[in-house]
C-alpha cells in the first residue's frame, strides 16, 4: 500500500461478521470457507488487496494466502493462490457501517450461514451484510491523506489538531477502540475524539464512528451521517459538512513505531540540539531528545531517527552523528539488554560510549558504566499486547490474563528507572506467581523488562530473567526460557 508518510502504512487487516455474530471463517482442510467462528483468531483474520488497475476492485486473501472466489453459481471457494477473475468482489458500504460484497463479474452478493454460504443473492439482505472488525494493532500514526500531516493530541486547545508533518513523540500516538461495530479514537491521556472537535472522558454516541474504505484508505463516518475531516489553519479534527467521503475525509493508518529517550553515565540526556554531533548534554526531555527507534527486519538491528528526519550514523574516528539521510549498514546498531540499561555495538564493532565532553563515539572494546545507558520508551503509556493467538485481557472469573482474546484491555506502562511496571484497568499490578502464571491483582509494583527485538514486536521479560508467553490453553505464563513466537509480542 502506497502512502504519502514517513512510516509504512499498515495493511487493512479484518474479522469479517455476519447476521449471526459469527465470524468468516477460512478451513486449512479442503480450503473451505464457514461463518462459524464465534471469536477473530488466525483462522477469520482476512487481508484485503487492491486490484492494480481498478482501484475499486478488492480481494480478500485468507490467512494461508489464498483467495476467496465465488463462480458463476455462487459457489464459494478460497483455494486461488493468485487472484483469478472469480476473485473480484466490490464493497458496497451501508449507512450503518456493515458491508455487501458483491462479485463483480457476476453481479450477485455474498452471504450466509454457517457452512451455507453462496454469493447467489440478487439482492442485499439481512443475509449479505457483514461488520468490519479491524484486525491489526488498535495504536497506531493517523495522516490526513489530503493534507499529508499527521494528527496529535494538541493539549493546549484541547483538540486533535491535524498539522505534524512527522508523527513525534506520545501526542501522536491514536488508540482505536472497538465497541459494537464502531470506533473510537482515544488520545494518549485517555480522552476520545467527539465529533464536535471536543476531547471527552466517556465513550457514547457522538464519540462512536462507522469505519469506511475508499481506495485503501479509511473515512471515520459520525452518528449523523458526516465525516471525520481536518478543519482550519491548524487541522482541528472534527465532523465536516460532508455526507461523502472525498480526499479531505480520508485517513491512513501507519505503524507507530517505539520512540525512545537515552540518559547516559552523566546522567544527562543524548540529544542532537547543539547540530550533528549526538551528545549526552541535555537536562530535559523534548522532541530533540527523542528518537525512533527503526528495526531492520532482516538483520534485526537497530536504527535511530532523529526529529528532523535523519539518523545516528558512525562516521571517521568512531564518532556518532546525526548525518545520514537513508539507511545504510553505518546506521545500523546492535542493542545490548543488561537488564536495567543498554549497550549500543556500531558496525565497527565497538560500544558507545560517553566521553568526557557528552559526545557519543564507538571506541570501546568492553561495557563499563560510560557504554551503558538507560533507555525509555515514551510513546506507549498505553499498552496493548497482542501475541500469536490473540490480545491479552482480563481472564473473566480469575486473577490472571488470557492472550488468545480477539478483544484487548488497556494497560498502563509505567516506567521504573530502566524497568517497567504495568498496571491493570483496576490499578493493580501485574506480577508473576510462584507457580509462573502472569496475575493482575499485585497491590506493589514489580518490575517487567522491554526488550525490543523485532520489527514491530517486544518480549517482556519477568524480574526472575524468564519471558511471558502465551501457553497452549491461551493463559499469559511468565516462564518462557526462550524467545519464540509465543513470547514476542505487538505492542
Known amino acids: 500500500m502506497p502512502t504519502n508518510g514517513i512510516n509504512r502504512a499498515l495493511k487493512l487487516q479484518f474479522g469479517l461478521i455476519n447476521y449471526e455474530s459469527r465470524y468468516l471463517t477460512a478451513e486449512a482442510f479442503g480450503f473451505k470457507v464457514n461463518a462459524s467462528g464465534v471469536s477473530m483468531k488466525k483462522k477469520q483474520i482476512w ?83 457483514w461488520a468490519v472488525h479491524l484486525a491489526l494493532h488498535p495504536q497506531a500514526s493517523l495522516l490526513s491523506v489530503a493534507r499529508k500531516r499527521y494528527a496529535h493530541l494538541s493539549s493546549s486547545d484541547g483538540e486533535i489538531s491535524v498539522d505534524s508533518n512527522i508523527p513525534w513523540g506520545v501526542d501522536s500516538l491514536v488508540t482505536l477502540v472497538y465497541l459494537d461495530g464502531k470506533y473510537s479514537l482515544k488520545t494518549c491521556d485517555s480522552r476520545f475524539l467527539s465529533n464536535d472537535g471536543k476531547l471527552v472522558k466517556e465513550n457514547t454516541n457522538t464519540t462512536s464512528f462507522t469505519l469506511e474504505l475508499k481506495s485503501g484508505k479509511l473515512a471515520f463516518k459520525d452518528c449523523g451521517g458526516k465525516y471525520l475531516t481536518p478543519v482550519g489553519p491548524t487541522g482541528t479534527l472534527r465532523s465536516g459538512r460532508c455526507s461523502k467521503p472525498g480526499k479531505d475525509e480520508l485517513f491512513d493508518l501507519e505503524e507507530s513505531h517505539p520512540q525512545v529517550v537515552f540518559q547516559a553515565a552523566n546522567k544527562r540526556f543524548v540529544s542532537v540540539k547543539q547540530g550533528v554531533s549526538i551528545s549526552a548534554n ?111 485481557c482480563h481472564h473473566k472469573n480469575s486473577n490472571t490474563l488470557n492472550a488468545n482474546r480477539s478483544v484487548y484491555d488497556i494497560f498502563s506502562l509505567i516506567f521504573n528507572d530502566g524497568a517497567y511496571n504495568i498496571k491493570s484497568v483496576n490499578g493493580t499490578f501485574w506480577y508473576v506467581s510462584s507457580s509462573g502464571l502472569v496475575c493482575s491483582d499485585g497491590e506493589k509494583p514489580e518490575d517487567f523488562f522491554l526488550e ?35 513470547s514476542l509480542w505487538e505492542y
Open 282 to 392: 541535555q537536562d530535559v526531555e523534548t522532541d530533540m531528545e527523542t528518537f525512533q527507534m527503526e528495526i531492520d527486519k532482516e538483520s534485526k538491528r537497530s536504527m535511530f531517527r532523529t526529529n528532523g528526519g535523519s539518523y545516528w550514523t558512525l562516521v571517521t574516528h568512531g564518532e556518532i552523528q546525526s548525518t545520514a539521510t537513508e539507511v545504510k549498514v553505518n546506521t545500523m546498531f546492535d542493542i545490548e539488554w543488561r537488564g536495567r540499561r543498554v549497550a549500543l555495538k556500531a558496525s565497527n564493532g565497538k560500544y558507545v560510549c560517553t566521553k568526557k565532553n557528552g559526545q557519543l563515539s564507538a571506541v570501546s572494546d568492553t561495557v563499563g558504566d560510560d557504554e551503558l545507558f538507560l533507555m525509555k520508551l515514551i510513546n506507549r503509556p498505553m499498552l496493548i499486547l497482542r501475541g500469536e493467538t490473540g490480545f491479552v
Open 47 to 129: 487481508t484485503l488487496e487492491h486490484d492494480e488497475q481498478d482501484g475499486q476492485v478488492v480481494f480478500l486473501r485468507s490467512h494461508l494466502g489464498r483467495y476467496l472466489a465465488s463462480d458463476k453459481d455462487g459457489k464459494m471457494t478460497c483455494g486461488a493462490e493468485k487472484p483469478d477473475p472469480d476473485c473480484r468482489f466490490l464493497i458496497v458500504p451501508q449507512s450503518d457501517g456493515r458491508w455487501a460484497l458483491q462479485s463483480e463479474p457476476y453481479l450477485r452478493y455474498f452471504g450466509g450461514s454457517a457452512d451455507y454460504l453462496s454469493c447467489f443473492a440478487q439482492a442485499i439482505g439481512e443475509q449479505e451484510l
Open 452 to 486: 525490543f527485538l523485532e520489527h514491530g514486536r517486544v518480549a517482556v521479560k519477568g524480574s526472575d530473567g524468564k519471558y511471558l508467553r502465551g501457553d497452549q490453553g491461551g493463559t499469559l505464563m511468565g516462564d518462557g526460557t526462550t524467545i519464540d513466537v509465543s
